[in-house]
């Protein structure tokens, strides 16, 4: 039988302040590159002149000497309690205590290396487990912005939520993320915001977007076959970190050619959002309260269904057309 | 986030963290009292037998909550366990390999892990048992140093 042991305390040798959805966590490494990527990723905030009740959360992070090892069945995911483990390798894992707010992480040199793991799976992965415990709801939700206002898309994947965001975007509307947005209480009022993450398009997407023709799929850290591309050097697109939600559309395909928008209560976009949080229970049952009330803050945002089989340039352009003036607060005004 | 490995996101229960534990024993280890509950029944049985130092205790209060979810994975771990130890505060995380781990919050008692229910009865409650020890003597010490008010957290 084979032991190991490491402890942190061993061999932090940075430590710097991040923003995650408006929360300040304090990251801890002994690997300068990681703080890189951090940097390149999230917001910084300076611990050094902030003075309030300390970060929402704690992560450290230690790259080892080791090898990684390669293994079938990975990703791998379990949680139990406040407990819960990501594994990306047999030797690349996060450790996570929800209750204490607190994330340790050990990885291999060669992952540590890979930044654009870090940027599509680990990060997303890390912060997506952690959001519960510090306030903040994930849901499944593509969100672009536009002025002061922005939308979220939301629908199982698969229905084209990506499609259809970055057909906004080459109508002027700003980026934010395509698959999962962040949603979190700052100063008030609901912000959304997304993760430093690519567009995931299917490989049919070079139907509309020629522009992927000179781009491999690859493999998405869910097992599919995918375009994942940048949206500002792919499309040219804006991008943005954070906005305002004032209008929420619920997107339906309906096998049949065309598109249909129609105005729905709160209620019903609210329960849509709500059904995508996973329920947190024990001593964690708390967050899981917080994130169904950071939901209904989102009251007074329009709320819209929207069935279609249609190009999606062609519904970009009713969509804009419909909720655009909800967007800009031009409704209202 | 799309935590499911198998690609379905959002599918109810992405982290297998609510699977029904419906049994539950209550044990003496260390002049401590763990209530244990688990879906395994090697699970129970491995605890009674991992330590000689493990009794079974009546249940009316406790002092540590473990829970312990044993699940057929979809990749077959190694065939001897390796054990790593991850010391973050006052948590200890147990790495036993691919789909296996035990984490242990000391200032709660809280306990919670993963372990390898096989198809045959016989290699289950071995590896159960390997498990429950691994657990018991990394716990051990890091009980002891508590105690002794060495523990850094």
Known sequence: MQNSHMEEREFVVCAQGLLFAGRQILLRTNAPKIAGYVSDFFPAYDMATDHSAGPAAEI??????????????????????????????????????????????????????????????????????????????????ACLARDTGGLLLAAPSGTGKSTLAVALGRRGYTFLSDDWTCLALEEGVIRASGFPMPVKLLPDADRFFPEL????????????L???????????LQRVRSCAVTCIILLERTGRTGCDISEIDFDEAAQHLIAEIEPLEGSLAACYERQIDLIHHLKGAACFRLHFDENPDVVAEELDAVCGPWIRHEHRS | ???????????????????????????????????????????LRAAA????????????????????????????????????????R??????????????????????????????????????????????????????LEEEQGTWQR
């Open chain 2, 1 to 43: 986030m799309s935590t499911g490995h198998n690609g379905t996101p959002a599918s109810g229960d992405m982290m297998h963290r609510r699977k029904v534990l419906a049994l539950n024993a209550c044990f003496l280890w260390e002049g401590r009292r763990i209530a244990i509950r688990t879906n395994s029944v090697a699970v």
């Open chain 1, 226 to 236: 995918a375009f994942e591309v940048s949206p500002v050097d792919c499309f040219g």
């Open chain 1, 213 to 224: 023709r000179s781009y491999r799929t690859g493999i998405s850290l869910n097992g599919e």
């Open chain 1, 60 to 141: 450290t992070l230690m790259i080892t000497e080791g090898e990684s090892t390669a293994g079938d069945g990975f990703p791998w995911f379990r949680g139990r309690g406040e407990f819960a483990v990501a594994q990306f390798t047999p030797d690349d894992t996060l450790w996570f205590n929800l209750r204490a707010r607190r994330v340790f992480g050990s990885f291999s040199a060669a992952v540590a290396n890979d930044r654009e793991r870090w940027r599509r799976h680990i990060f997303p992965t890390l912060f997506g487990i952690l959001a519960a415990a510090v306030d903040v709801a994930p849901v499944h939700a």
């Open chain 2, 49 to 88: 037998s991992a330590d000689s130092d493990m009794r079974i205790a009546p249940s009316d209060r406790v002092d540590m909550q473990w829970e312990i979810v044993a699940e057929i994975p979809d990749i077959v771990p190694r065939s001897r366990l390796n054990c790593r130890v991850v010391r973050d």
């Open chain 2, 90 to 143: 006052g948590t200890v995380y147990l790495d036993m390999g691919p789909s296996q781990w035990f984490a242990f919050d000391s200032e709660t008692g809280n306990g919670a892990g993963f372990v390898y229910g096989a198809e045959s009865d016989e290699e289950t409650a071995e590896n159960a048992v390997q498990y429950l020890s691994l657990i018991l003597n990394h716990l051990k010490p890091i009980l």
